[in-house]
C-alpha cells in the first residue's frame, strides 16, 4: 500500500513539475514596434445644451376659433370653428382680410381623420396623440 501511494504522490510530483516547466517556457512578449497611442481623456467633452427650437411664427395673422363646430378627437384635443365651418386646423387671415382654415400651409386644413400637430407641423391621423402620448381608447 505504502509503494502504491509513493508512486501516485511520484505521478503527481511529475506532472507538477511538467507544469511549471511548460509553464516557465511559454514565449516571453516583443517589445512593440508600433506607435503608442496616449489614453483617452479621463474627463468626457463639456457638452452645453440646446436652446428651445422657437415655434414657427405663422405668414399669415392666426384667426381665434368662433362658435361651437370645432371636430374633437380621441386624444382630447380639437380642431377650430372658422367661418362656422368645421376646421380641423387653425385659422389664418388671407391677403384680403378673410379668415380661413389651414394647418401649417395646407390650406382648407387637414383631411378627414387626420389633425393638425402643433409640434411636427403637419397633419397626422387624429388617432396619435400630441406629444407621444397613449391616446385612450
Same mark, same amino acid.
Given at each position: 500500500?505504502?509503494?502504491?501511494?509513493?508512486?501516485?504522490?511520484?505521478?503527481?510530483?511529475?506532472?507538477?513539475?511538467?507544469?511549471?516547466?511548460?509553464?516557465?517556457?511559454?514565449?516571453?512578449? =516583443?517589445?512593440?514596434?508600433?506607435? =503608442?497611442?496616449?489614453?483617452?481623456?479621463?474627463? +468626457? /467633452?463639456?457638452?452645453?445644451?440646446?436652446?428651445?427650437?422657437?415655434?414657427?411664427?405663422?405668414?399669415?395673422?392666426?384667426?381665434?376659433?368662433?362658435?361651437?363646430?370645432? #371636430?374633437?378627437?380621441?386624444?382630447?384635443? =380639437?380642431?377650430?370653428?372658422?367661418?362656422? =365651418?368645421?376646421?380641423? +386646423?387653425?385659422?389664418?387671415?388671407? #391677403?384680403?382680410?378673410?379668415?380661413?382654415?389651414?394647418?401649417?400651409?395646407?390650406?382648407?386644413?387637414?383631411?378627414?381623420?387626420?389633425?393638425?400637430?402643433?409640434?411636427?407641423?403637419?397633419?397626422? /391621423?387624429?388617432?396619435?396623440?400630441?406629444?407621444?402620448?397613449?391616446?385612450?381608447?
Amino acid at each position: 500500500m505504502k509503494s502504491d501511494s509513493r508512486a501516485l504522490l511520484g505521478t503527481y510530483l511529475a506532472a507538477a513539475a511538467l507544469c511549471f516547466a511548460l509553464a516557465g517556457c511559454s514565449k516571453q512578449p =516583443q517589445p512593440s514596434t508600433q506607435p =503608442q497611442v496616449s489614453p483617452v481623456a479621463q474627463t +468626457g /467633452p463639456q457638452l452645453e445644451p440646446l436652446p428651445p427650437t422657437p415655434t414657427p411664427k405663422p405668414l399669415r395673422a392666426r384667426v381665434a376659433s368662433e362658435g361651437d363646430c370645432a #371636430p374633437r378627437y380621441p386624444g382630447g384635443g =380639437q380642431g377650430t370653428c372658422i367661418n362656422n =365651418q368645421p376646421c380641423r +386646423g387653425y385659422g389664418e387671415r388671407n #391677403p384680403d382680410g378673410k379668415a380661413v382654415c389651414t394647418c401649417y400651409g395646407l390650406d382648407g386644413g387637414c383631411a378627414e381623420g387626420l389633425r393638425c400637430d402643433n409640434q411636427r407641423l403637419k397633419c397626422v /391621423p387624429e388617432k396619435e396623440a400630441p406629444f407621444g402620448r397613449a391616446v385612450p381608447e
